[in-house]
């Protein structure tokens, strides 16, 4: 059996596009070429790899099996040559880094910037998606890190502590605890909350900091509305009172008029570890070193102190 490695590389673009002919132009090829490569390993596997009989293109069942391998196969590959510029120092290429949602419109503005200021060879591609997606293709090798809250204890799974920021209140003039300088965890109406959807690591953390599954057991409904980022979450208490809660970063980005809305809560210091996080064979590490020197600089220095780690909230499930 002859199977080559530009075989498997045709295999996992037309994956990855769905689609022969966009697949073919992101490998540098014509569409004859790339379709008569994988018939032949079709051919030599005597299974089909995609039906093409659909639109978009799907791989057949086996196809799937046939594809995770492929992307295994090729990355194994990729880190012989890894393996080598890591040990001649060399720091040179692709990095693509997934973001959550929760983090990415917060952090990419000062990354980017930071990252166009700094001389270096490295293109960082940038990719926003949940903590579940990112953790599925860093172990499929389609990113190479993954910029998500922690601590996620993931078994293959290698987390770095970036930095620490604090979650506030924010909170309507129309309710109660408004008067209040600092929020009473202990005293908030759940059912007042406004929270992120359940694909959300935030959710699952704001959900513990307010002991809302223990609260709601006995209770009304505690969610109304489930939002897609934390800029809704805002417009949505302006707008319709209620309460939300929100990282520093978030926080930091509010108008004088909205920042007033802010409160501290009483009693309790709580806050949430964003680490880069990377596969356990993941082998460039001159590169990784230069990726997180990139990322703290784009982050405030005072919120990188260790110390806070004691008082991060735990994630809740994910995904």
């Given at each position: 059996?002859?199977i080559?490695i530009q075989?498997?590389e045709?295999?996992v673009a ?7 002919a966009?697949a073919a132009?992101?490998?540098f090829?014509?569409q004859?070429?790339l379709?008569?490569?994988?018939q ?8 089909k790899?995609f039906?093409?009989?659909?639109h ?6 086996i196809?799937?099996q ?9 990355r194994h ?10 040990e001649r ?6 990095f693509?880094l997934?973001?959550?949602?929760t983090?990415?419109p ?5 990354l ?9 060879e490295?293109?960082?591609t940038?990719?926003?998606?949940t ?7 860093l ?5 190479d890190g993954g910029?998500?809250a922690?601590p996620l204890?993931h078994?293959?799974l290698?987390?770095?502590p970036?930095?620490y920021?604090?979650f506030?209140a924010y909170?309507s ?7 209040e300088?600092e ?15 359940n694909?959300h690591c935030l959710?699952?953390?704001v959900e513990?900091?307010c ?7 006995n209770n009304s ?8 980022s934390?800029?809704?979450l805002?417009h949505?208490?302006?707008h319709?009172?209620?309460?939300t809660?929100?990282p520093?970063?978030s ?11 802010l409160?501290?809560?009483?009693n309790?210091?709580?806050?949430r570890?964003?680490?880069l ?12 070193n230069e ?19 004691e008082?991060?909230v735990?994630l809740g499930?994910?995904?």
């Amino acid at each position: 059996m002859n199977i080559n490695i530009q075989q498997l590389e045709y295999v996992v673009a037309v994956d990855t596009y769905r689609h022969f002919a966009r697949a073919a132009e992101s490998c540098f090829v014509t569409q004859p070429t790339l379709s008569m490569m994988i018939q032949k390993l079709e051919d030599e596997l005597n299974i089909k790899i995609f039906d093409r009989s659909t639109h978009p293109v799907e791989p057949t069942p086996i196809g799937r099996q046939i594809i995770e391998q492929a992307r295994i196969a090729l990355r194994h590959f990729r880190q012989i040559k890894e393996i080598a510029d890591n040990e001649r120092n060399i720091v040179k290429g692709a990095f693509r880094l997934g973001i959550i949602p929760t983090i990415a419109p917060y952090l990419i503005p000062e990354l980017l910037r930071r990252q166009n200021e700094t001389r270096n060879e490295i293109t960082l591609t940038l990719h926003e998606n949940t903590t579940a997606q990112i953790i599925k293709k860093l172990q499929n090798g389609t990113l190479d890190g993954g910029l998500m809250a922690g601590p996620l204890y993931h078994d293959k799974l290698t987390e770095y502590p970036v930095y620490y920021e604090k979650f506030y209140a924010y909170v309507s003039p129309e309710e109660k605890i408004y008067a209040e300088n600092e929020v009473d965890l202990d005293s908030i109406d759940i059912n007042r909350i406004w929270l992120l959807e359940n694909e959300h690591c935030l959710r699952g953390q704001v959900e513990h900091l307010c002991q809302m599954k223990q609260k709601a057991k006995n209770n009304s409904p505690a969610v109304q509305y489930e939002a897609g980022s934390i800029d809704t979450l805002i417009h949505v208490v302006d707008h319709n009172g209620g309460m939300t809660i929100i990282p520093e970063m978030s926080a930091m980005r509010l108008s004088e008029e909205q920042q007033v809305h802010l409160r501290n809560f009483k009693n309790t210091s709580a806050y949430r570890e964003a680490s880069l996080m990377v596969s356990n064979d993941y082998v460039r590490k001159s590169m990784l070193n230069e990726v997180l020197n990139i990322i703290r600089a784009s982050v405030p220095r005072s919120m990188q102190d260790v110390r806070l780690k004691e008082f991060v909230v735990e994630l809740g499930k994910i995904g």
